[in-house]
């Protein structure tokens, strides 16, 4: 979160195994039985030792009469959207190219709101170490490049800078994609195991506390502010739920904005109370690197091109069949009327 943050979660995300899943997707019933109104208690899983944009929204008082229900945490993008896909949950976020990905393989879902991102605080780095003689796109050729996982936002984000510097398809075929775990990509890099390391977050400003690095480019530097990720939920519990989902959407936007114009130490201080308040024995630590949630627009209204530029990338790799995604069917914006939000908003 994007803290993963979401946001380096968002970088642990892998791929593999949503075809499987996606198969049995087309009988998901996602969420409670409707009703006049429809369920006003939305089933999801957290993070430990992290607080969701959906879980801010609750502890501000955003989300009114619904209430959130935690049902357990994940580690996984891809497995958290599976689990909305197929009901055991009533919406999950992911990085938004294992989104399109799901939705490309028949999975009935739709992104209704933005919820992690790249900004110049929270953000993706690809960090040499400070006397390596990489200085451009061209000096990665033949060389390695840690990463938390294939086929997902780091390995794209070097496609396309490779491409951007002009490196051709042939020349960027030898600029080797390594999967290095994220708690062992720095050691790695200091260690002359690979020649690039992918760092975020938390370990990304602990790697550059300890010097000796440099950045050779970043996601935020390639594409500006961005939003990487959405919360999804089924086709089907968003028709038979439209007022929960609007109060949802909105909560989660109004919280979004929030945690975007308050002090951060004030924000950091409202996320450590909500996880001490909820008891789950969890590791506070990380919650002092909180920056960001890198969400790009206001209240986390999705722009397509977001969408676009997975559905093209994993379309060019031939990782999905572009003719079965369609961006209109994806993504809304309907249910999403951010308020402004007062600076004195919800205080505790």
Not at 24 to 33: D, K, N, Q, S, Y
Not at 69 to 76: H, L
Not at 280 to 286: G, I
Request: charged letters at 20%.
């Amino acid at each position: 979160m994007s803290t993963l943050s979401p946001v380096n979660r968002r970088r642990f995300l892998a791929l593999a195994g949503l075809s499987t899943v996606a198969a049995g997707c087309g009988t998901a019933l996602g969420g409670g039985p409707p009703g006049k109104g429809g369920t006003r208690t939305l089933r999801y899983q957290g993070w430990a030792g992290q607080v969701t944009p959906a879980e801010l929204a609750q502890d501000l008082g955003h989300l009114k009469d619904v209430q959130l229900e935690w049902v357990g945490n994940t580690i996984s993008g891809p497995q958290d959207i599976q689990s909305a896909a197929t009901g055991q949950t009533d919406f999950g976020g992911a990085f938004n190219g294992a989104v399109v990905k799901l939705a490309a393989n028949g999975a009935p879902v739709k992104a209704v709101i933005s919820y992690y991102g790249s900004d110049e605080q929270a953000y993706s780095g690809y960090y040499v170490r400070a006397d390596s003689p990489i200085r451009s796109a061209r000096d990665l050729i033949g060389k390695k490049v840690g990463m938390n996982t294939l086929g997902a936002h780091s390995q794209a984000m070097l496609d396309i800078y490779l491409q951007r510097s002009g490196i051709s398809a042939a020349d960027a075929g030898k600029v080797e994609a390594l999967v290095v775990p994220p708690v062992n990509t720095e050691q790695s890099l200091r260690r002359r195991q690979i020649d690039v390391a992918v760092l975020s977050g938390l370990l990304r400003d602990k790697a550059l506390a300890g010097g000796g690095l440099r950045p050779l480019f970043t996601d935020h530097r390639l594409l500006g502010s961005f939003s990487a990720g959405t919360y999804v939920m089924t086709r089907r519990f968003v028709q038979q739920n439209p007022d929960t989902v609007r109060t949802f959407v909105t909560g989660v936007g109004r919280a979004l904005d929030w945690a975007r114009t308050t002090p951060r130490p004030q924000v950091i201080a409202r996320m450590t109370d909500i996880v001490r308040r909820r008891g789950r024995n969890e590791d506070l630590d990380a919650l002092r690197y909180w920056k960001s949630y890198g969400v790009a627009a206001p209240g986390g209204r999705i722009a397509g091109k977001e969408l676009q530029l997975w559905i093209d990338w994993l379309a060019e790799r031939g990782d999905i069949d572009r003719g079965r995604v369609s961006l209109d069917e994806l993504y809304t914006n309907d249910f999403n009327a951010p308020a402004p939000v007062s600076p004195a908003a919800s205080g505790r």
